[in-house]
């Protein structure tokens, strides 16, 4: 049975591969699209994404994730630094959240490393550029496999 998932993407990465390509590479977030979809596809997994530039929408999407989606996988950009309503709402799911960034926080502006939001979710990928979202589908996959699948493994 093929688990649902979104993939939210935040504010300015719809520019991907025209916004600071030396900061974020050349990669468009149509093309990490297509690979998440894909991948999404061998993990058994139906992939649906979904970018905004707005808080409220994020905040919107995560809400009514909680009755349609099994697990999302969350780029929330700038706002990861900066809002207590999306932090608010991701301790709220009760869904899991991976949370993902392209680059390393920790390596950033001092402002950027700080994140309200990543101790709301199951976990953070980060540093990885395109693969961390590939990286975070894995995880995401991994948590919310039915537990028949999941005592396979061990």
Known sequence: MARDVWVLHGPNLGILGRREPRLYGKVSLASID???????????????????????????????????????????????????????????MTIPVVEVHLTNLYARERDRQISLTGGAVAGVIMGFGPASYELGLHALAAMIAPAKARRKRT
């Open 34 to 92: 297509r690979v998440i979809v894909e991948l999404g596809q061998e993990l058994g997994l139906n992939v649906a994404t979904f970018q905004t530039n707005h808080e409220g929408a994020l905040v919107d999407r995560l809400t009514v994730a909680m009755d349609e989606v099994d697990g999302c996988l969350l780029n929330p950009a700038a706002l990861s630094h900066g809002s207590l309503a999306l932090a608010d709402t991701l301790r709220s």
